[in-house]
């Protein structure tokens, strides 16, 4: 191993941004977080200024280097992490020409259409490992060629924010990698690299997409700029960790198949390690490239879980903001506590956290969230509770699309991500999966797998097993209340069809095409 004492990991996810300091022997010593906005322009369209999370990128590394009084030059590498599926034009010198266009943004309901009448949708699952759904990057820069023609002339590359912050940091040059480009619906699952017939299919050609790398590389070393900005020493190796959930798979030590991961942030996404591609006639999981190089996942979402909770906090949950600001308490632990006072099952009131669309297993982006069994025996804590309590049930949906294809259940089920310090919310999903649920020392996988795939590409280990060996380790595991499960059961059959039903009428498509207009 490498002399140096530390190494750092950097996660730009949706709604901030954490700078996390490792030591060798796996202890986190350091953390910092920057909270970022999303913009909205429209109903559906969700947007970011990539310059912005950059600079609260800097911020949290400054500040984690002032709060843990490390030096810098003791950092032996950076591996870096971001949202897969947003995207960004940028010129030859990879400054934004616009605002980048989010995961989660659902403009492209037509472009997919017209995708999937080009390719076939069979065909492109073939291609791909994914169903045609308008959530994937494809459909959304479709859209733009289509109705943005002028900006695809001015462009020099399309990328992902990954190859960004890199260039940011001081990479040379801007790659991808396959796990950074599994939500962007334009892989070639089998060959790991972009596919020539699909981004055809959406008008444009491969000259205008970065080169395709493996993970866990070292992209470069931070440059005199980047480190007056942010504080890291120049000349620390800048290195490519992977996809956010690919990170978060490595950082929660699924490498193997039968293990499987959830992480809750802004989305819940589950990543199954998998040996091989596996069929999936029903197109309900997604298949992409692992952060281990040459290997495959597993994927389902749920693309508002987190949210959820923060629509309720800044719509509902003004007392609790106000009383955490004033006390130096976390707003979400408060909310949580107000929703330990509820009853499991919420006197029979349903969430539905559908507030951007449902991904997992029927990838449909009109659905829209709501509630059902409603009534004057309901009170504040039990509404907070039936978000927890909704969420889970969606991503009940997703483990079962996911065992469906994977043919058995699943062995070893972790859950990690911000989420996973709630100790309610971690009993809530056990209850409502029927199983076992693993937590882990270090809860936020995401930021600790690029730091670990950062110093693998640096050569502080040297393969990505044993670096999991030496640092991931489980915290406890939460075993499931039988008498909730069984009441969960009947709740989530009266979700399922609820949801069928609405779906089935096209009850959300004439509202999402309602909303469109106004």
Not at 450 to 476: D, K, M, P, Y
């Amino acid at each position: 191993m490498a002399a140096m004492k530390h190494f750092a990991g950097i996660d730009a996810g949706t709604t901030g941004a954490t700078v996390m300091l490792v030591d060798i022997g796996g202890e986190v010593v350091g953390t910092a977080y920057r909270e970022y906005p999303c913009i909205y322009p429209h109903p559906g369209w969700v947007e970011q200024d990539i310059e912005c999370v950059w600079e609260k990128i800097c911020a949290a590394s400054k500040e984690v280097f002032y709060t843990t009084g490390i030096d810098p030059s003791t950092v032996s590498s950076i591996g870096v992490s971001s949202q897969r599926g947003t995207f960004l034009c940028v010129d030859s010198d990879c400054n934004p020409l616009h605002n980048s266009v989010v995961w989660n943004d659902c403009r492209a309901t037509e472009q997919a259409v017209k995708l999937s009448e080009r390719i076939g949708p069979d065909r492109y699952q073939q291609i791909t490992g994914m169903p045609v759904s308008a959530l994937w990057a494809a459909p959304k820069i479709m859209w733009i060629v289509e109705n943005q023609p002028s900006l695809i002339e001015r462009t020099h590359k399309i990328i992902n924010g990954q190859e960004f912050l890199l260039n940011r940091l001081g990479a040379e040059r801007l790659f991808s990698d396959p796990s950074s480009l599994t939500l962007n619906g334009m892989m070639d699952i089998d060959r790991l690299d972009w596919s020539d017939e699909v981004i055809s299919a959406i008008g444009l050609s491969r000259e205008q997409f970065p080169p395709t790398v493996t993970p866990a590389r070292q992209e470069g070393k931070v440059s005199a700029k980047a480190s007056l900005e942010s504080g890291f020493a120049r000349g620390t190796p800048v290195c490519r960790g992977g996809g956010d959930q690919q990170c978060a798979a490595v950082g929660s030590g699924v490498v193997r198949e039968g293990m499987a991961e959830i992480t809750v942030g802004t989305a819940a996404m589950m990543v199954a390690h998998i040996d091989s591609r596996k069929e999936d006639p029903d197109k309900c999981a997604y298949i992409g490239g692992h952060a281990l190089p040459g290997k495959w996942d597993m994927e389902g979402g749920a693309f508002a879980t987190g949210a959820c909770l923060r629509w309720w906090r800044d719509t509902f949950g003004h007392h609790e903001s106000d009383t955490a600001r004033r006390l130096g308490l976390d707003v979400y632990d408060l909310l949580t506590l107000e929703a330990s006072k509820a009853p499991p099952g919420c006197k029979g009131y349903l969430f539905f956290p559908f507030l951007n669309g449902q991904v997992t297993p029927t990838y449909d982006n009109c659905a829209r969230g709501g509630g059902i069994g409603l009534t004057l025996a309901h009170d504040r804590a039990t509404l907070i509770r039936s978000v927890l309590e909704g969420t889970a049930f969606e991503l009940r949906m997703v483990i079962g699309a996911l065992e469906k294809v994977l043919g058995r259940p699943f062995e070893t089920l972790r859950l990690t991500g911000g989420g996973a310090k709630s100790d309610l919310w971690t009993q809530i999903q056990s209850d409502v999966y029927g199983r076992p649920i693993q937590t882990l020392r270090v809860s936020e996988c995401t930021t600790f797998g690029s730091a670990i795939l950062g110093a693998v590409a640096a050569g502080v280990f040297q393969t990505v097993e044993e670096a999991i060996e030496t640092l991931v380790h489980t915290r406890n595991s939460v075993e499931p209340n039988i008498k909730n499960h069984e009441l969960y059961d009947e709740l989530f059959a009266i979700f399922g069809e609820t949801y069928r039903v609405l779906r089935e009428h096209r009850i959300y498509e004439r509202l999402s095409r309602l909303q469109s207009r106004l």
